[in-house]
C-alpha cells in the first residue's frame, strides 16, 4: 500500500509556472507508475501527465505537452509536476495516483491517490 500527499499548489498569473510535488510513503514507490490528473469543478478527472515505474517514459496528452513534464526520484519517493506558460484553464484540483501496473493515462486505472493541490491561474 502506497500513501500520497500533493504539494506546492497556489495561485498564480498567466504565464506563470509552478512545480507540484507527490510525496509517498512505503519502501515499494519504485515499482508504481505514477500519473498527474486534474479536476476542475463539476468536471470529470483528466489525464495531465504519466510516468513509468522502470524506465522512466512519460505521457502527456495534447493540452500540455511542451508545457508540462513529469519527473520522478525514487530515492526520494517522490514525483514531480513542472508546470509551465500556465494558462487560465489549467486551474483545477490537480492530484497524483499510483498503479502498480504499466502507466496508464485513465484515472480508474489507479490504486492510490492522494488529496489533491490546488492551482489557481489568473488571466
Known amino acids: 500500500q502506497v500513501q500520497l500527499e500533493e504539494s506546492g499548489g497556489g495561485l498564480v498569473q498567466a504565464g506563470s509556472s509552478l512545480r507540484l510535488t507527490c510525496a509517498a510513503s512505503g519502501r515499494t514507490f519504485s515499482s508504481y507508475s505514477m500519473g498527474w490528473f486534474r479536476q476542475a469543478p463539476g468536471k470529470e478527472r483528466e489525464f495531465v501527465a504519466a510516468?513509468?515505474?522502470?524506465?522512466?517514459?512519460?505521457y502527456y496528452p495534447d493540452s500540455v505537452k511542451g508545457r508540462f513534464t513529469i519527473s520522478r526520484e525514487n530515492a526520494k519517493n517522490t514525483v514531480y509536476l513542472q508546470m509551465n506558460s500556465l494558462q487560465p484553464e489549467d486551474t483545477a484540483v490537480y492530484l497524483c495516483g499510483a498503479r502498480s501496473s504499466g502507466p496508464s493515462t485513465k484515472a480508474r486505472d489507479y490504486n492510490y491517490w492522494g488529496q489533491g493541490t490546488q492551482v489557481t491561474v489568473s488571466s
Open positions: 510516468i513509468s515505474r522502470y524506465d522512466y517514459s512519460t
